[in-house]
């Protein structure tokens, strides 16, 4: 048997989303804006994008370079933070060179990197692969320079080497903490994605929105929006449960029944 | 090496050489200055000099700063003496190794492990078979009175249960001497009882060498066969006093017999006449 709680917090996201579209509907009848058409409009327009191969063809290769960028950012950033998060002299080094790049937009950077690779997959991969590193390199430094001392030292004791220590200690150790930076970097992944095809307009889910904006078909429009919207709500929901799997072991017990229940 | 021999307990002696040849650990003219500043410097251990034979139980005793955590990480090889040597078996120790295996105050559990695979984790290391380990570590897990638990995660342990566990970790692996930092600090009067009592017991089995850092007094008698009194800033050797009990040691019989009163009232004295101050908590 659930328990009423259980049910309210199981359907409490769905809830939340028929709830907006509610909003959006009222107000869109209220407002009769050409450019803001009702959620049901947009709702009806998706089965059209996603039955459209060309459309298809777009979100799928849009998802490829997230995947790609993610995956060689995840990487590249976790080793990289660990050895900053251990290692002053490492820290010393990288620590500047990542004060510079934090704070500047990654796609501001773009019309530089499309002037040296092009505007196709390189270019948009490697935006991408800059928006998640940062984060991820932040959380995994953080986690690692976290790390017990004397855990470190026990298992030194015990004959592990210093990159055994890294790998076999600080990694697993600092993994909650590393797992948090890659959950955001995921959402920045999403972000930069669409963000690098709105200026290298050639492919992808961005592409699509942003030529439906200039033939104004706003359905279509509000549709790519929800679309990219569950994707994020989706891939998020995912790396989520993942994430809740693998640090199992440091995760407070939030369902142990305290004073009242 | 500078004893102050005290006349107040006919047990007080000053330290003469021990014979080499049953000594293991050596710890000859270590000091040990932290900078604290730019300019300020803080010697947190001055010319100790101690040796500590071969199967013998050594508490060091001393109040809160006078180094005797600095003491055990150097004989561990976590951290070098600015100068002097620490020696096993006569070789200088430069680093961790598994013939000394350290039980931290903080119990520096593997978080991500269960209780199984932190004792494992050791013997796993060090080449075991995962059968052999495995089988091994369940009867260490016994021995320290945590069967059922060996699923559990540290997070889901008590205080006393991770101190526990820590131990059987250290154990797990075999090494020559074990070093212990307060090993009981943190736990009630209770479980500080019950734990002392299944140290002594597993200790009896195979005496290994033991380096034992404490506050209490009755602990430090209760356990030793050798008792080394620091004191503060610097940190010195102030005493080093036999402990003349039986053994195997009963507690119930060693809290009734004289002999081990007198030992806790005199060195409880000389604790004060050493620090000058109050007795630590
Ligand atoms: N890494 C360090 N840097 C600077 N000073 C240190 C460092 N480690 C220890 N000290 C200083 O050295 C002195 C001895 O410290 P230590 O931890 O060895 O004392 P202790 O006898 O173990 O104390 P306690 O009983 O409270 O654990 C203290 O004054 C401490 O402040
Ligand atoms: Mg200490």
């Not at chain 1, 063809?57 to 660990?82: D, E, Q, T, W, Y």
């Not at chain 2, 006078?66 to 020696?87: D, E, H, Q």
Request: one cysteine or more; glycine letters at 8%; hydrophobic letters at 45%.
């Amino acid at each position: 048997m659930m328990s009423p709680t259980t049910l309210i917090r199981r359907i409490a996201p769905a809830l939340a989303c028929i709830g907006l579209l509610a909003i959006w509907q009222v107000a869109s009848l209220v407002l009769k804006n050409d450019s803001f058409p009702t959620a049901i409009e947009a709702i009806k327009a998706i089965p059209d994008i996603l039955s459209d191969r060309e459309s298809l063809i777009n979100i799928l290769a849009s998802l490829r370079r997230m995947a790609m960028g993610f995956g060689a950012a995840v990487l590249f950033s976790i080793p990289l933070g660990l050895l900053m998060g251990r290692s002053r002299a490492v820290a010393a080094f990288f620590n500047p060179l990542l004060m510079v790049i934090y704070p500047v937009p990654k796609a501001a950077l773009m019309p530089i990197i499309m002037l040296w690779l092009g505007v196709g997959d390189v270019t948009k991969t490697l935006v991408i692969f800059l928006g998640v590193s940062l984060p991820v390199i932040y959380h995994s430094f953080e986690g690692a320079k976290g790390v017990e001392e004397k855990m470190l030292w026990s298992g030194a004791a015990m004959g592990l080497s210093p990159l055994q220590r890294l790998v076999r200690i600080v990694l697993p150790a600092a993994l909650p903490e590393i797992l948090t930076g890659c959950r955001t970097g995921l959402v920045l992944a999403l972000i930069t994605m669409i963000t690098s095809e709105m200026i290298a307009r050639q492919s992808g889910a961005g592409n699509i929105l942003f030529n439906a904006l200039d033939m104004g078909q706003y359905d279509t429009v509000f549709a790519m929006i929800i679309v990219v919207g569950a994707m994020g709500i989706c891939l998020d929901a995912i790396f989520e449960r993942i994430r809740a799997r693998l640090v199992r072991w440091s995760e407070p017990q939030f369902d142990m029944p305290l004073s009242f229940s | 090496m500078k004893v102050v021999p005290s006349r107040s307990s006919e047990w007080v002696r000053p330290v003469t050489p021990q014979k080499p040849a049953s000594a293991i650990i050596e710890i000859d003219g270590v000091s040990q200055v932290f900078q604290t500043s730019a300019h300020k410097d803080h010697v947190a251990l001055s010319d100790i000099s101690l040796t500590i034979d071969e199967g013998a139980f050594v508490s060091i005793l001393g109040p809160s700063g006078c180094g005797k955590s600095t003491l055990l990480y150097i004989v561990g090889g976590f951290v070098r003496p600015t100068s002097g040597v620490a020696k096993i078996k006569g070789a200088a120790i430069i680093a961790p190794g598994p013939d000394r295996g350290p039980v931290f105050q903080e119990f520096a559990l593997f978080p991500w492990k269960t209780v199984l695979g932190n004792v494992m984790y050791g013997p796993r290391q060090q080449g075991v078979r995962a059968a052999e380990a495995d089988a091994q570590s369940r009867s260490l897990i016994e021995m320290v009175g945590l069967k059922g638990y060996e699923n559990f995660y540290p997070k889901e342990l008590s205080g006393g249960m991770k101190q526990r566990v820590a131990l059987a970790r250290t154990l797990a692996y075999h090494p020559e001497v074990l070093l212990m930092d307060e090993p009981f600090g943190a736990l009630d009067a209770h479980t500080r009882t019950r734990l002392q009592n299944d140290l002594l017991n597993i200790w009896e089995r195979d005496r290994k060498t033991v380096l034992f850092v404490t506050h209490s007094v009755d602990e430090a008698v209760f356990l030793s066969d050798k008792v080394v009194m620091m004191s503060k800033s610097p940190g010195r050797i102030r005493h080093v006093i036999d402990i003349d009990l039986p053994r195997p040691r009963r507690r119930n019989e060693l809290l009734l017999d004289p002999r081990y009163q007198k030992y806790v009232v005199d060195i409880e004295r000389m604790f004060d006449e050493s620090d000058g101050a109050g007795f630590p908590a």
